[in-house]
């Protein structure tokens, strides 16, 4: 990957974990150090939502995101063996969102997002069963 490319997307990426960890409660990283992975890529973890259904409520706003992690992607109800190798336990990797930069990506985008998880996450919570 060129150097100016991966410079941009480390930028967005970090933009996006300041944005979701400031602004909405229960936001953790899966992985290394944001600045030690991979810059085109993201795991989190929301705490008490369920990335299936988080992932389809952004959907409304135009957010697209991807549920557990790109090694797990191909095997449709098989839980992720890279988030479960660094720990996670099954309810933790439910709630696992997989967030992707590309050349095109732009700091409008990463705000959408933030902007689309600070109204989306806390009504999801609301329904939450206790």
Known sequence: MHEELKSKMMSLKLRLISGLQNNINGIFINGPQ???GAAH????RVDGVRSEV???ALEDYGVYVSSGSACASNKPGEKSPA???IGLTSQQIDQSLRISFGRYSNEEDVD???NAMKTVIPMLRRFIRK
């Open 34 to 36: 944001p600045e030690d």
């Open 54 to 56: 988080l992932l389809h």
């Open 83 to 85: 988030l479960h190798a």
């Open 112 to 114: 959408a997002c933030i």
């Open 41 to 44: 890529i993201v795991n989190i």
